[in-house]
């Protein structure tokens, strides 16, 4: 499809559909910046060096709408409270690669404005922007898990810009035609080497506050605005002098155990003879003493005992409560 009809396509289906936006890349190069941003008619020359989670559709905007963005608070879709959407596991297929940058790296992660990018214009009308903002767990290969751990505590200090400040915005009358989205930051200098996790969000949600004029992106936080939409990734860390996990904001992600587990082989229905292995299982797995064993949901679409560890969701899910016999222990 030419990328002018794409275009169109897109500015008619982001009027019709609710509000979205999910990341697109997270190492863009663009040639033409500062000429497009002068002169927005000119198409945009840019390349992807890195990508966000499992994007097994990149390129097919309309499949990605509906299967690789991820909306946080419909609790129909996701009644875990996860931050990630489950899909975007930390697989890279072939064609769209992990980022690999080093500390103090400048990236330019780009999103989707879907028609939300002015205040005066798109859909709906008379709404903020909003912002972008970036969490992380404090240490490598660790996730945040929850919505609830992304609070200020996990904010990537700095890591934070308006939603379509740095965008190149066609304006014919008063349609607009949101070209590119982008968002700039720096990797922060004190991550160690290896993969380090991240998650994007735009923060805009119904009861939207702006930001005071007086705002400073690289320092302030504002909790008014609510975490809405999220796209996980991951960043390849090399060159780094840093030895130690100190991070950006200190913290530790939600308790999660070893997503070994999963790659353990399983026994279904404890059964010692049906053993399984990865996406062959039933999701609820139970660690006990050398052997793993691994159940279907119950017919509530939840683990059947408490204390799984759920492998197709990546959670640890509750404990067992003392009315619930835990399996094997
Ligand atoms: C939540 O998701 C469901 C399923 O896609 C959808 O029907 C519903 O409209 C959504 N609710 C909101 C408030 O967006
Ligand atoms: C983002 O920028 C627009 C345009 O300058 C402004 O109207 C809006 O209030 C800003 N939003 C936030 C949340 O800072």
Not at 20 to 35: F, K, R
Not at 71 to 98: F, I, K
Request: charged share 15%; hydrophobic share 30%.
């Amino acid at each position: 499809m030419k990328s002018f009809q794409l275009a169109s396509l897109i500015s008619l289906l982001a009027a019709s559909a609710s509000a979205h936006s999910w990341l697109e890349c997270v190492d863009t190069q663009v040639s033409n910046y500062d000429a497009a941003k002068a002169n927005p008619s000119l198409d945009v020359q840019q390349t992807c060096n890195g990508y966000p989670r499992n994007k097994v559709s990149n390129g097919d905007w309309i499949q990605e709408s509906q299967t690789y963005l991820w909306d946080l608070n419909n609790v129909s879709l996701n009644p875990d409270g996860l931050a990630c959407r489950p899909s975007q596991t930390n697989t890279y297929p072939a064609g769209v690669p992990m980022t690999t940058a080093r500390p103090g790296q400048n990236l330019r992660l780009r999103h989707w404005g879907n028609g939300h990018s002015r205040y005066d214009m798109g859909s709906p009308l008379h709404k903020d922007p909003g912002v972008v903002r970036l969490y992380h767990a404090g240490k490598k290969e660790t996730d945040l898990k929850l919505k609830s751990d992304l609070v200020e505590q996990n904010w990537v200090r700095g890591a934070q810009a308006n939603f379509s400040a740095d965008a190149i915005i066609q304006i014919t009358g008063n349609q607009m035609n949101e070209k590119a989205n982008y968002f700039d930051w720096t990797v922060p200098s004190n991550l160690e080497d290896g993969r380090q996790s991240f998650i994007w969000v735009w923060a805009w949600g119904p009861a939207v506050t702006s930001n005071s004029a007086n705002f400073n992106p690289a320092t302030d936080y504002n909790n008014a605005l609510l975490n809405s939409w999220t796209t996980c990734f991951d960043i390849m860390i090399v060159g780094s002098s840093a030895t130690t996990s100190a991070d950006t904001a200190g913290s530790s992600g939600s308790s999660t155990p070893s997503t070994d587990t999963c790659s353990k082989t399983c026994l279904k229905g404890g059964m010692a003879q049906y053993p399984c292995t990865g996406s062959d299982c039933p999701p609820c797995w139970y660690v006990s003493g050398g052997t793993t064993n691994c159940f279907e949901y119950g017919k509530d679409g939840t683990c059947p005992f408490g204390g799984a560890y759920d492998c197709k969701k990546n959670i640890q899910t509750r404990g067992a409560t003392r009315f619930e016999r835990t399996p094997f222990e």
